[in-house]
C-alpha cells in the first residue's frame, strides 16, 4: 500500500481514478481551473509536468490555491531527464514520477551500446547514488514516488542488453524498485505503459511475476499511454487496462486521451466500475471459443458503455490469441443518442476491438498522446486535421506527439511521425528516423502528408 497525500493506493483501498494537466505549469491561474474541472468530474489525483526547477516551484503556489479553495487531492509531478527537478518538485507534492529511462540514462537515442558485466554493474551504481538523497528528501516530505517505465522512453543502456522487450520494460522498473527497497522507502506506485496494448498488457503480467519472486509488493497504475481520441482511443484503453483488471491486476488508472483531460474521468470510472460485469463476461467469452471465434452475448443497451464492456471482456483473450476472430451479439436493443444500433455497428466494433489487440487492421491507425505543459502546438486541432487527410489509408500508422519524451520510442512500430520538437515547430519521422526537423506549425502538416504520398 501507498500513502499519498490524504488517500491510500492499493491494498484493501479503492481503484483510484487520475488524469493529468494539459495547461503550462507556469501558469498558475490555468492550472487550478484545469485541475478543479479534473477534480470536479471525480479525478482522485492530478499530474503536472515539471520539465524544469521553475515549474516544479510553482507546484507549491497551485498546491496552494487549490487547497484554499477546498481541493485535496493529491499532485504529482511528472520529471523527465532532470533528477534535480524531481529533488524539487518532492518538496512541495505529494507525489513525484520519476522516469527510469531518463532519470540518469541520458535520453534514449537508439544506439547499440556495449557493457561488461562490471561496466553495468558501475552504471547501477550511478542510479543508486542519484537517486538515494531523492529518496531522502521524499521521506523527509512524506512524498510518494510513482516509478514510471514507458515502452516509449527505454533507454539505451536497457535496449542495448535486453531488446526491445517486455523483459527489458520489467528489468528497468526492477532496477529501480530494488534500490528504494533496499533503502526501506515503501511509498512506491509503479506503472508499465505502452501504446500497444500486447506489450503493455504483457509487460505488466511479467512485472507482477518478477515482483512475487523477490517479494515485492507494491501498487500499480495502470495505462495504454498515447491511446488516441473518440471511440478508438476508449476501446484500446478498455482492451489494455480491462485485460489486466478482470485479471485483478491494478490499483489506479489513468485512460490517456488526446482530449480535454476531464473527458478521461468517466471513462476510467466505468471501467473500474464494471470489473465484476466484465470478469464474468470474459468467462463466457472464453467458454465460447469455436473456430477461432469469440462470441460474445452481452446485455447492454447503452452504446457506449456496450463498447467498453466488450472491449474489457474479450481484451486479454484476444491479447493471449486464444482466439482472432469476434462476433458481438447484444441480447437487448442498443441505442445512441436514440438511435438504434445495427448489426453494422456491431461489425464496426468488433473490427475495432481486433485493431486494439493488434489482430486485424481495418483502418487507419492513430497513436497520439493526450498532450500536457511539455505540448507546445495545439494537438486537438493538429489530430483532426491529420485524420481528415489520412483516414482512407488503411492499416498506417501515424504517431502524433506533444513532445520527444515518448516520441520517437512509442512511434518506433509507427509508419510516420508527427513530434513537437519546440515552441511552434515540428519535426517528422519516418519510423525511427528524424527525416525533417524543426518545420513551422502552420506548414507541418503539409509538409507530412507530402512525405507519405512520396513513399506511396
Same mark, same amino acid.
Given at each position: 500500500?501507498? &500513502?499519498?497525500?490524504? #488517500? ?11 488524469s ?40 507549491? +503556489? #497551485? ?6 479553495? /477546498? ?12 533528477? &534535480? ?8 507534492c ?7 529511462? +531518463? ?6 537515442? %537508439? ?15 550511478k ?8 529518496? +531522502?528528501?521524499?521521506? *523527509? ?15 539505451d ?10 523483459? /527489458?520494460?520489467?528489468e528497468?522498473?526492477? *532496477?529501480?524498485?530494488?534500490? %528504494?527497497?533496499?533503502? =526501506? %522507502? ?9 501504446? +500497444? ?23 500499480l497504475h ?69 473456430d477461432?471465434? #469469440? ?8 452504446? =457506449? ?11 486479454a ?62 494537438? =486537438? ?22 513532445c ?46 507530402r ?6
Amino acid at each position: 500500500m501507498c &500513502h499519498v497525500g490524504p #488517500i491510500a493506493i492499493g491494498g484493501s483501498n479503492p481503484i483510484r481514478v487520475q488524469s493529468m494537466n494539459t495547461t503550462d505549469t507556469n501558469d498558475t491561474e490555468a492550472c487550478v481551473a484545469q485541475a478543479k474541472r479534473i477534480i470536479d468530474a471525480g479525478g482522485e489525483l492530478v499530474r503536472l509536468t515539471t520539465q524544469g526547477t521553475r515549474e516544479a516551484e510553482n507546484m507549491k +503556489n #497551485i498546491s496552494a490555491r487549490l487547497k484554499a479553495d /477546498g481541493y485535496t487531492a493529491p499532485l504529482v509531478a511528472d520529471v523527465h531527464f532532470n533528477a &534535480h527537478v524531481a529533488d524539487v518538485a518532492a518538496r512541495y507534492c505529494e507525489k513525484v514520477r520519476i522516469n527510469p529511462g +531518463n532519470y540518469v540514462d541520458p535520453a534514449r537515442t %537508439f544506439r547499440q551500446l556495449d557493457y561488461t558485466d562490471e561496466q553495468y554493474r558501475a552504471e547501477l551504481k550511478k542510479i543508486e547514488e542519484r537517486l538515494t538523497p531523492f529518496i +531522502n528528501i521524499c521521506r *523527509e516530505h512524506h512524498t510518494a514516488v510513482r516509478i514510471g517505465v514507458n515502452h516509449g522512453s527505454l533507454s539505451d543502456r536497457i535496449m542495448s542488453r535486453y531488446g526491445d522487450t517486455p523483459a /527489458g520494460i520489467v528489468e528497468s522498473c526492477m *532496477e529501480f524498485l530494488r534500490i %528504494f527497497r533496499q533503502q =526501506q %522507502f515503501s511509498d512506491v506506485v509503479i506503472s508499465i505503459k505502452a501504446s +500497444n496494448t500486447v506489450v503493455m498488457v504483457q509487460s505488466v503480467r511479467m512485472l507482477v511475476e518478477a515482483m512475487d519472486r523477490e517479494d515485492m509488493h507494491y501498487p500499480l497504475h495502470l495505462g495504454v499511454t498515447e491511446a488516441g481520441e473518440g471511440e478508438d482511443g476508449r476501446i484500446k484503453s478498455a482492451v489494455g487496462i480491462g485485460a489486466l483488471l478482470t485479471e485483478g491486476i491494478g490499483d489506479t488508472i489513468r485512460v490517456s486521451l488526446s482530449e480535454e483531460p476531464e473527458r478521461e474521468i468517466p471513462v476510467a470510472r466505468q471501467l473500474v466500475e464494471n470489473i465484476g460485469e466484465c470478469a464474468r463476461l470474459r468467462a463466457q467469452a472464453e467458454a465460447s471459443i469455436s473456430d477461432d471465434t #469469440i462470441t460474445l452475448e452481452i446485455d447492454e443497451p447503452d452504446w =457506449q458503455l456496450l463498447q467498453l464492456k466488450a472491449a474489457m471482456a474479450v481484451g486479454a483473450l484476444l491479447i493471449d490469441r486464444k482466439a482472432t476472430k469476434l462476433v458481438i451479439k447484444p441480447l437487448s436493443p442498443i441505442t445512441h443518442a436514440a438511435t438504434p444500433i445495427g448489426p453494422q455497428e456491431l461489425v464496426t466494433l468488433a473490427d475495432a476491438i481486433l485493431q486494439a489487440a493488434r489482430i486485424k487492421f481495418t483502418k487507419t491507425e492513430y497513436i497520439s498522446c493526450p498532450g500536457c505543459g511539455r505540448t507546445l502546438y495545439n494537438l =486537438q486541432d493538429t489530430i483532426a486535421r491529420i485524420k481528415q487527410a489520412t483516414s482512407h489509408l488503411v492499416g498506417l500508422k501515424i504517431g502524433i506527439m506533444g513532445c520527444i519524451v515518448n516520441g520517437p520510442g512509442e512511434m518506433a512500430d509507427a509508419d510516420y511521425g508527427y513530434v513537437g520538437a519546440g515552441r511552434g515547430k515540428i519535426s517528422l519521422y519516418r519510423r525511427k528516423e528524424c527525416v525533417e526537423k524543426n518545420i513551422p506549425e502552420q506548414e507541418a502538416v503539409d509538409h507530412l502528408l507530402r512525405l507519405i504520398e512520396s513513399d506511396r
